[in-house]
């Protein structure tokens, strides 16, 4: 069963109530993160995120993390490029109490100085494991070289001047404009009930002032580059990013559908023809990661380094015979299959179903509609995924990044 709620200080409230099961899972999420930031602000949504763990007017950071695990519940945060989420576990019996706690240190976290200096040195290890972490670089790197240096190109971490630069006052004034009833929803999914959820917000949120929230508007400007980040490492881990669908648009379960044939699971093509045919690679990989104003399809492998250019030209033998719209009917059949399990995967996760209802309020202030989109998938024919394959691989943007021991970035 599902209810929502928006109160009148503009905050909502979802919850999915699933009998049977013994927990629960909350989150508060926020319509923010690193796209947001200005070069000054490069790594705050992050640096946030972090410091509200840190203590509140009434718990030190110890008194949080110690009530959590007296309760037996697990607490946690992160931070995307559109979005910020703190969420909390428990038992049915003890929701009550985790949500109190996460309530506090989301409303009354103190920004202790002492806190923000041990924190600024925790998050710049955090910088250097992500520079240690060659596939996570790849990424973030494709990203940049997709997006430019703004926008969704931005590295969530930042920089660490940036990060050793933060003060209580830029925390503050960042939080004054993002951090508003109306870019606030709270999701909770598991077994509780729908009127103690509703107090449980209306308890601890309902005191927050309404006021104005910008409007999320990223300006997209493509810069379809070829990066290079050389490190001394075993392999040269390689990814490319071509032009795709928005979240919301028409063809959009088409392309998941499509990359499923390419490069979603081990039946894929890119597993097939890069590893298990070639023995290229020991992962590759594609996937769609789509936001608001545009999105994108992204390449993944990592291969030694005198065979990534083999695995170049592999990847593209895929796609340029997947734009010939070689598909099987049993290609199509199983992509479908794919994203139907998959979503209904999905559904017997409390804290899968709490950030998927959350995230779609957020986004487009609608109530996801699990058997619609199963329906919609059943109902699909391959002519949308030959509709698809024509609005998803336009070289005239394609980005791409290597990471590792190459002489040059690749030749688009």
Known sequence: MLHCKKFDNGIRLIVKNMP????????????????LESDSEDGISHFIEHMMFKGTQKRTAFEISDEMDRIGAQMNAFTSKDITCYYAKSTTS??????????????????????MKREKGVIVEEINMND??????????????????NGYG???????????????????????????????????AGNIETSFAEELAEKYFSRLSPCSAEKFHVDIKLTAKSLLRKKNIEQIHLGLAFPSVKRYDRLFDATQIMNCILGGSMSSRLFQKVREELG????????VSPFEE???????????????????????????DIKKKNITNE???????????????????????MLLYGRELIYSDK??????????????????????????????????????????????
């Open 20 to 35: 049977g099961l013994l927990s629960v899972s909350m989150g508060i999420i926020v319509h923010t993160g690193a796209s």
């Open 94 to 115: 003890n929701a009550g109490k985790a949500f109190e706690i996460l309530s506090d240190l989301f409303l009354n976290s103190a920004f202790p100085e002492e806190e």
């Open 132 to 149: 240690d972490t060659p596939d996570d670089l790849c990424l973030d790197t494709l990203s940049q070289a997709f997006y430019g240096e």
């Open 154 to 188: 931005r590295n969530i971490l930042g920089s660490r001047k940036n990060v050793n630069s933060f003060t209580v006052s830029d925390v503050k004034n960042y939080m004054s404009r993002h951090y508003v009833p109306q870019n606030i929803v709270i999701a909770m």
């Open 280 to 287: 290229l690679a020991y992962t590759v990989y594609s996937y």
């Open 294 to 320: 545009v999105g994108s399809l992204v390449v993944y492998a990592g291969v030694n380094p005198e065979n990534y250019l083999k695995c170049y030209d592999a990847v593209f033998d895929c796609i340029n």
């Open 331 to 353: 290609e199509f059949l199983r992509g479908k299959e794919q994203l139907i399990s998959s979503s209904i995967f999905a559904q017997e996760s409390t804290s899968s179903q």
């Open 367 to 412: 109530i996801y509609n699990f058997e619609e989109r199963v329906e919609k998938v059943k109902r699909m024919t391959v002519d949308e995924v030959f509709e698809a394959i024509d609005v998803n691989f336009d070289e005239k943007y394609l980005a791409a990044a290597l990471i590792g021991n190459a002489d040059k970035p690749l030749d688009l």
